[in-house]
């Protein structure tokens, strides 16, 4: 009697499931498992030969896509901190009782309700060499003009990235991301009880010691969330780059110049769609999940046990 | 721009109503009966471009029992990228437009098209005084090998060549006259540099655009013959850098763009001489100041120690191999028909492509148009020093490694053997298949 009870249950939650399951099923499951399958064979335009491995084995010793690894993580490294600062300090800010509050708090996070691919052509105009903004203000102060987003010179090193190219598309990723920061730092912040404040200021605390013993524990969960989406985001972004990259150009597929802001997603797309290589892209495209997967491991090692929930 | 747009107007009608100077093509005997099919046709044709062709999409459709649909897939790209997905999921439509033999070698390797060669030689096809009229530059550019023997695979249909654009009201500024050499050229602009204050050359350093017929132009080639190698690493391929970087680096007459950029700086009278196919007129003349508009000047590209050169741009015609026979024969009536003489004059006069055949050029359609306007003739004056884009299916995996050389040389990153050297041993790790 209990037992069919539980069955009918059981059912009626696999039924509720099923058109989310399906939808997951069909549109990713079922491509990744394809294309894990396309990742054993070579497979240019038609399935060719059985490689096994043989695709991977190529990745590993592939200087491209090494390179295209080494970008990915200075991409991360140097976009997702700071954003998170950023977005950080602008959420304390907005969290004062300020005037048009809530004016600013749209201002921000408008940047990331507008289209990436808008975004991205917009900023291509202001670093265009020829007549973008960037290069007019340059001027303006007496710095020479740069050639920006055509640049494949190293900022640090000449030939280390990132390149002036990268830089350039990363400061643009940290002006889009840093509006959505601010709004989940800031829904953390509310949700900090006023009382725990109130009895660290009568206990004498107030302004860094505050922030530092109440305010940043108390927002730890909202912290370790946007490191991990904003961690995955970025290792696997790609709109942004290949707007700003000259995608789409009829010089180059993706990723310029030089290939110097080609990101490990873009790597992928220009194997896969400019060189048809179709199962060569896929291997690259596993290792690049697989790489993810081992980073927000990492990251739930390192940062998990830090979260305080307060309930 | 409305003037413009009357001209050509006009000139379509005329083309179309008119009387036509040349017998167009007629039927072989045996021909069976014209099949009542569907014919779906994948094209990268939008805007204006677009609507002329569905003009004579459906002008072909009201007198025929073969039914098209035309298609509009995106851009050459987008089109390329959409066929690559359909022949994986085996659902191609009949015919579709490709870019250039790169492409079409692709589908040869995976089997996914019919040679044309077989519709030509059929009773439905052309007989031979009829494929004479055709460019031989055109068929040699849609001819792959097959079997070892050279075969027609794709069919020509939107025809465009590299030009050198100059402005004619810089030039007399400098007291130049328009180059017809590449040392020439570099003169040229280094008068301009000295004489105006205009940008002397604004160009992309796209292989197509400089590279490629610098390097024919010297005798040289991208690929051995054979295509199985990489033919560049030569003095001519050497040259063809080196130029470049004399003019970027050396002499700074050479701006460097990225795209399309620098046609907006050349519409607004700002630089002198510029590199682009026959296609980019109308561009210019859109972006052109109201207040201050000009004659745009058009020139074969400079010659080299063995003549002037220049590569073919525009796009060419396939059948899909996975279409029914009916179908197959519905989608070639309907090529051929797209490039009978009326047809060709026609597109040509609409698009700025240049018309396929010889009795087009001849045509009182097209006469009269070029006589109105003699530019409309350098394009195909230029099409007999012609070379198609190399038919290698891994073309498309050499294409960014010479870009990358061009631009390493160009910024100074790498001299011009280096970096000839280093692509070379990356082009050929591509040929012999990793």
């Not at chain 1, 972004?237 to 990723?255: K, P």
């Not at chain 1, 199962?279 to 830090?306: D, H, K, Q």
């Not at chain 2, 040869?108 to 098209?113: M, N, P, R, V």
Request: hydrophobic residues 45%; aromatic residues 12%.
């Amino acid at each position: 009697m209990r037992a069919s009870r539980r069955r009918r249950e059981a059912l009626e939650g696999y039924l509720f499931l099923a058109p989310a399951l399906l939808i997951i099923g069909a549109f990713h499951i079922w491509p990744a498992l394809y294309a894990f399958y396309m990742s054993l064979f070579r497979w240019e335009i038609l399935q060719e030969g059985f490689l096994g491995i043989g695709n991977y084995l190529r990745l590993v010793r592939d200087a491209d896509f090494l390179r295209s690894l080494a970008i990915t993580a200075v991409y991360v490294g140097g976009t997702v901190p700071l954003e998170m600062a950023v977005g950080l300090g602008l959420a304390l800010l907005l969290h004062q009782r300020l005037r048009l509050r809530g004016l600013f708090r749209l201002v921000y996070f408008l940047p990331y309700v507008t289209s990436q691919v808008a975004v991205g052509l917009v900023w291509s105009w202001v670093f265009n060499p020829t007549y973008g903004v960037a290069n007019g203000i340059l001027e303006g102060i007496g710095i020479p003009a740069q050639r920006w987003l055509l640049e494949p010179r190293g900022i640090v090193a000449a030939g280390a990235p990132p390149s002036l190219a990268l830089a350039a598309v990363m400061l643009v990723t940290i002006w889009y991301f840093v509006g959505f920061h601010a709004v989940v730092f800031l829904s953390g912040l509310t949700a900090i009880p006023d009382e725990l404040v109130d009895a660290a200021r009568i206990d004498g605390a107030g302004g860094f010691r505050l922030f530092r013993h109440i305010t940043f524990p108390l927002i730890s969960p909202t912290t370790y969330f946007l490191l991990l989406v904003a961690t995955i985001g970025a290792m696997t972004s790609f709109n942004l780059v290949y707007v700003l990259g000259g995608g789409g150009q009829a010089f180059g597929c993706a990723g310029n110049p030089l290939g110097t802001t080609q990101v490990a997603a873009l790597y992928v797309f220009d194997r896969f769609w400019c060189q048809t290589q179709l199962g060569y892209a896929s291997a690259a495209a596993f290792v690049l999940g697989l790489v993810v997967l081992a980073i927000t491991v990492a990251n739930e090692r390192l940062f998990a046990r830090r979260v305080v929930y307060v309930g | 721009m409305r003037i413009h747009v009357f001209i050509v107007l006009a000139a379509l009608l005329l083309a179309s109503c008119g009387p036509s100077a040349t017998p167009t093509a007629t039927q072989p005997q045996t021909a069976a009966p014209e099949p009542a099919v569907s014919i779906t046709f994948w094209h990268g044709q939008s805007g204006v471009l677009g609507d002329r062709l569905n003009e004579l999409i459906a002008k072909f459709n009201s007198t025929h029992k073969v039914q098209v649909t035309g298609q509009f897939q995106g851009t050459y790209d987008q089109l390329y990228q959409k066929v690559v997905s359909a022949i994986q999921a085996g659902s191609v439509p009949d015919m579709a437009m490709v870019s250039g033999p790169p492409q079409t070698a692709q589908y040869l390797k995976a089997k996914a098209i019919v040679p044309v060669q077989q519709f030509v030689d059929s009773p439905d096809g052309l007989s031979k005084d009829q494929l004479a009229d055709f460019v031989p530059a055109l068929l040699d550019d849609n001819s792959l090998p097959v079997n070892g023997k050279k075969t027609l695979v794709s069919w020509p249909f939107s025809k465009s060549d590299a030009l050198l654009y100059y402005n004619p009201d810089i030039l007399k500024t400098a007291g130049v006259s328009v180059p017809k050499t590449w040392d020439e050229l570099r003169t040229a602009l280094q008068t301009v540099k000295a004489k105006t204050t205009a940008t002397p050359l604004s160009y992309t350093p796209d292989v197509y655009y400089f590279f490629l017929p610098y390097l024919w132009s010297q005798g040289g080639d991208a690929l051995s013959a054979d295509l199985s190698k990489a033919g560049f690493n030569t003095p001519q391929g050497i040259a063809a850098v080196q130029y470049q970087v004399d003019l970027a680096l050396a002499d700074k007459t050479a701006v460097i763009t990225q795209g399309f950029d620098w046609q907006n700086p050349f519409a607004q009278g700002k630089v002198a001489f510029a590199v682009s196919t026959s296609v980019s007129r109308p561009f210019i003349e859109q972006a052109m100041p109201a207040d201050k508009k000009f004659r745009v000047g058009m020139a074969p590209l400079p010659a080299g120690p063995k003549g002037a050169s220049t590569d073919l741009f525009g796009n060419n015609l396939v059948i899909f191999s996975k279409a029914p026979a009916d179908d197959q024969r519905g989608a070639w009536l309907f090529m051929k028909w797209l490039t009978e003489t009326d047809q060709t004059v026609a597109w040509s006069l609409a698009s700025g492509y240049m018309p396929l055949r010889d009795s087009a050029r001849n045509s009182t359609a097209f006469k009269s148009a070029a006589d109105q306007d003699d530019r409309l003739l350098v394009a195909i004056n230029a099409l007999k020093d012609a070379h198609g884009i190399p038919g290698s299916p891994d073309w498309q995996k050499i294409q960014p490694v010479l870009g990358d050389m061009v631009t390493k040389a160009l910024l100074g990153q790498a001299n011009a053997k280096d970096a000839i050297a280093e692509a070379e041993k990356k082009v050929n790790d591509i040929l012999s298949g990793y």
